[in-house]
Each structure stands twice: as structure tokens, then as C-alpha cells.
DNA sequence: GCCAACGTTGGC
DNA sequence: GCCAACGTTGGC
């Protein structure tokens, strides 16, 4: 049982967008970088990962969904061996309201995640199981 | 294999 | 819009 981010431009793909699928289930797909990519092949069914909102006028966590299939090939994909892979998620809970970045980072024991360290821009993270519970506690006073 | 140039990410 | 950081490309 692993923990995770995974980050989406909220005006490309946004929770709502997900809530609104047949099943609240979707692929994440468009990866291309091959170290999220390595990330996304090792999740198994069952792990939990923070859907984080880049590049918008409040960066932050917007919710939670869960791995309910591992990762396959992306569909029309012409290389051969196929490069690039998604499992699908499904939506676990939409926050009242983005828990914002700008909170995140005033939280002393979460300077360890991946997405504060300077100069990140990997679009998918591990999250460790204490900076998991952490942000969960501080869901709950917003 | 090196490295300059260029493209992308993403917070501010 | 700016800029730091990093990844990719491609000539040599």
C-alpha cells in the first residue's frame, strides 16, 4: 500500500471532470517523462494518491482518488515496444476546497515532500505514509 | 559522449 | 509575463 501525487492542470483534466465519468474512473494518461512513468508502472490496485491542481491561480490538493487498475499501454500508441503507460483512478473524494499549496509549505514536517523540494516538476510523486496522515489532519481544518 | 540550444514546467 | 530548473534534441 503506497501513497502518491499526481499533478493535472485543472483547466486540462479537473476533479470535476473525473467525478463526472462513467464510474469516477479514468486513466491518467499523458505522462511523458520517464521517471513518472517508472512511478506510475510501480502503483498497485488499492494505493491512494493526492490530486494536485498546477499551474492555476491556487496550486494545491483538490482530492483524493485510488488505483483501481494497474498500469497498461496507452492506447494509439505507434512505438513498438510501447513507451508509455497510465492505470486507470478512480475519484475517493473531492475536498470542500483546495487545501493550497501555500498551506502546505507552513507545515514544518512536509518540507521532506517531493513537490516543496526546489526545481521539482515531476508530474508524479511519492508521498510518504507520515506526509500522507499529515495533509489529511489539515484537510479537516479547512 | 559532450554540450549548446531549445522546449517545458510551474510558482510567483 | 518572468524566470529558475530541468529534460530533450541534435550536431559534432
Redesign the pocket.
Given at each position: 500500500m503506497a501513497y502518491w501525487l499526481l499533478?493535472?492542470?485543472p483547466t486540462t483534466f479537473s476533479i470535476e471532470d473525473l467525478a463526472k465519468l462513467p464510474q469516477k474512473t479514468s486513466p491518467w494518461d499523458g505522462v511523458?517523462?520517464?521517471?513518472a512513468r517508472n512511478y506510475l508502472k510501480s502503483m498497485t490496485v488499492g494505493d491512494l494518491a493526492f490530486f494536485?491542481?498546477?499551474?492555476?491561480k491556487t496550486?494545491?490538493i483538490a482530492g483524493i482518488v485510488e488505483i483501481v487498475k494497474k498500469a497498461y499501454p496507452e492506447k494509439n500508441q505507434t512505438e513498438d515496444p510501447p513507451r508509455w503507460f497510465s492505470p486507470d483512478v478512480k475519484l475517493v473524494q473531492k475536498f470542500p476546497s483546495v487545501l493550497?499549496?501555500?498551506q502546505i509549505?507552513e507545515v514544518g514536517s512536509l518540507t521532506t515532500m517531493i513537490?516543496l523540494?526546489?526545481?521539482?516538476?515531476?508530474?508524479v510523486t511519492p508521498v510518504q505514509q507520515k506526509e500522507w496522515e499529515t495533509i489529511i489532519k489539515l484537510c479537516k481544518h479547512y
Open positions: 499533478k493535472s492542470e511523458r517523462n520517464y521517471q494536485y491542481y498546477s499551474s492555476c496550486p494545491g493550497p499549496l501555500s509549505k513537490l523540494r526546489k526545481g521539482n516538476r515531476l508530474s
